[in-house]
């Protein structure tokens, strides 16, 4: 998102609120990704001494740089992994602040399929998965595009891969670097949209002063 696109979001309104802790998750997102790319590319001379040290002297100089060389690959795959979690994880959060934002200014909004309020069911909105999270703020905004199926199915890729990492082990199959990219553009792009969902419906009662952001489904696709 260009900064001339960004409204003006007043400090201490809950419009402002969002903004800062969008501009919060993004900024820790950049450092992770600069992590990574350090872990992505590591030095092999400088591997092939550590492991030249005490103990490793009568191995062969071959097998050694096939150690070294697997030790890398499974050093990409831990920081891809990391990654792809941590977002995941902040993405969550930010969708869910952007769902209480509303429930702020509009409480008892109904949402289909569910019983209370949306200010009775905030409780059970913050231990919902991301995508139903998404569910919710689509329902609650009824923006001009709807949540159609491509855009579903391309976010439960990405969350799908990563209760893979969590709860299947799939660190021990490695991760194909395109899995990744979509998974990480994916989860942003939940982020962002659901930035754009709110200021589309709800942005002149949270406080923003400025105009529309412009929906980002160019940046979502």
Not at 24 to 42: C, G, H, I
Not at 149 to 176: P, S, Y
Not at 185 to 211: K, N, P
Request: proline share 5%.
């Amino acid at each position: 998102m260009n900064a001339d696109e960004t409204p003006l979001s007043p400090a201490g309104t809950p419009y402002g609120s969002l903004w800062e802790g969008w501009f919060r998750a993004s900024f820790m997102l950049e450092l992770a990704r600069d992590a990574l790319n350090q872990a992505l590319a590591p030095n092999e001379e400088l591997f092939l001494k550590l492991y030249n040290g005490v103990g490793n002297e009568n191995i062969e100089p071959w097998i050694l740089k096939d150690i070294v060389r697997e030790q890398m690959e499974s050093a990409r795959t831990v920081s891809k992994a990391a990654l792809i979690v941590f977002t995941q994880a902040l993405m969550d959060g930010h969708v869910y602040r952007c769902i209480r934002a509303v429930a702020s200014v509009a409480p008892t909004a109904r949402l289909r399929g569910r019983k209370g309020s949306l200010g009775e069911e905030l409780f059970q909105i913050e231990r919902d998965p991301l995508m139903l999270k998404m569910d919710v703020l689509f329902d609650l905004c009824r923006p001009p595009r709807r949540w159609d199926r491509e855009q579903r199915e391309l976010l439960g890729l990405a969350i799908r891969l990563r209760n893979q990492i969590v709860h299947e082990g799939k660190l021990l199959d490695g991760i194909e670097e395109n899995d990744f990219d979509i998974a990480c553009s994916m989860l942003m792009g939940a982020g962002t949209l659901a930035l754009c969902l709110v200021d589309y419906r709800f942005g002149d009662r949270l406080g923003r002063t400025g105009s529309k952001l412009p929906y980002p489904w160019s940046t979502w696709k």
